[in-house]
Structure formats: C-alpha cells, structure tokens
T-cell receptor, first 117, second 110 residues
Framework: GAVVSQHPSRVICKSGTSVKIECRSL??????MFWYRQFPKQSLMLMAT?????????EQGVEKDKFLINHASLTLSTLTVTSAHPEDSSFYIC?????????????FGPGTRLTVL | GQQVMQIPQYQHVQEGEDFTTYCNSSTTLSNIQWYKQRPGGHPVFLIQ?????EVKKQKRLTFQFGEAKKNSSLHITATQTTDVGTYFC??????????FGAGTRLFVKA
C-alpha cells in the first residue's frame, strides 16, 4: 500500500523557536496533501490543504503566518510552526491523496508530536 | 457549516460482544470513508462507501451507508482485543476536503 512518512516523529523545542515538519509520499505522487492537528483523545482537525505548486488553503481560525505550508513537489510538503508557544504543543499528522477527487482515500503519515516548553 | 456527528464517543465492551458506531451528516454525502487509529498510532484507511444503501463486509466488520447518504455505521461482531482503537468516519460532499467525525474510542476487556 501507499506509504507516507513524516519527520521528525517527535520534537521538543523552546518557546519562540520555529519547527519544520516534513511529509513525504514514498511510493506515489501526492497531488494533494492535508495537515491535521490532533489533541489527546480528540478527533482530527484539518488545518490546511495543499496542492503541489500552489498556495495552501487554510481552514478558518488557522493562522497562515504561524503555520507555513509549502508543497514543493508531488512527494513533499512541509509545515513550519513559527515562533512556537506551549499552546502549539500537539500531534500533527499529514495525509496525502493521489488525486483531487474526494473519492481517493487518504494515506496518513505516522504523525509528529510537538512539545513546546 | 457541514458537520459529521459520530456516536458514541466511547464504548467499553467485553471481548466477544458486538460493537457499533454511527455517523450522521447534516448534508448529503457523496461518499464516506472509515479509518481506524490505534492508541499512539495514525489513522489507517479501512473502507469507502459510495452508493446509497451500500453494505460492505471485512471479516467481522460490517459497514453500511444509509439510503439517503446522510448516515453510516460500522459494526464489529464478536470484538477482540485487537479491535481496540478509535474509529473515525470521514464524509465528503463532493468537494475537496474531508470532514472527520469526532471518533469512537473502543475499549475491549479480555
């Protein structure tokens, strides 16, 4: 099956620093990638949708300048949490889809657990 | 806005008992997908339902899509400890994005 990797799997940083998370589709080209945030015991909250070569579409309430998304190629998307604060601590998960149709299933990365001290 | 409601929030069962989780959408869905997330893991795709009234089975798991394409259910027969995790439904209205339900956490006691 399709594999999506995410790096790093876990990161601890000081308040005020920036953290970059990479999401890669290893054996397929991902036309669309999604970034989710998940708090403990809660559902997945979609943060943004990114298409290769174009600007990401952010969900309401998600700060574009704080969560920078770059979909540089058909196999790589990055999420940069800028000037991180303790309230940004969460589990960040990316997913990738092969096409633009909502009928295409999403393949999830293993997630990145961010802890901001 | 579009919502996908999922119940129950959690359920404790004895191993061997059945389990069902339900999803309801405020709008008609073009399709619905189901995912399972094990504790500490990431969501894994289980199945997709597209047709009105569709029923699909995967071993002990039975998935249904309502006639009006607004609701769906996942039923597990004779649960096992390996079924532990959170089950999410994810609905689409034909647009671009996926709307996840809140998930149902299943606890199975041996």
């Amino acid at each position: 099956g399709a594999v999506v990797s995410q790096h790093p799997s876990r990161v601890i940083c000081k308040s005020g620093t920036s953290v970059k998370i990479e999401c890669r589709s290893l054996d397929f080209q991902a036309t669309t990638m999604f970034w989710y945030r998940q708090f403990p015991k809660q559902s997945l909250m979609l943060m943004a949708t990114s298409n290769e070569g174009s600007k990401a579409t952010y969900e309401q309430g998600v700060e574009k300048d704080k969560f920078l998304i770059n979909h540089a190629s058909l196999t790589l998307s990055t999420l940069t949490v800028t000037s991180a604060h303790p309230e940004d601590s969460s589990f960040y998960i990316c997913s990738a889809r092969t096409g633009t149709s909502a009928r295409n299933e999403q393949f999830f990365g293993p997630g990145t657990r961010l802890t901001v001290l | 806005g579009q919502q996908v409601m999922q119940i129950p929030q959690y359920q404790h069962v004895q191993e061997g008992e059945d389990f069902t989780t339900y999803c309801n959408s405020s709008t008609t869905l073009s399709n619905i997908q189901w995912y399972k997330q094990r504790p500490g893991g990431h969501p894994v795709f289980l199945i997709q339902l597209v047709k009105s009234g569709e029923v699909k089975k995967q071993k002990r798991l039975t998935f249904q899509f309502g006639e009006a394409k607004k609701n769906s259910s996942l039923h597990i027969t004779a649960t096992q400890t390996t079924d532990v995790g959170t089950y999410f439904c994810a609905g689409h209205t034909g647009g671009f994005k996926t709307i996840f339900g809140a998930g149902t956490r299943l606890f199975v006691k041996a």
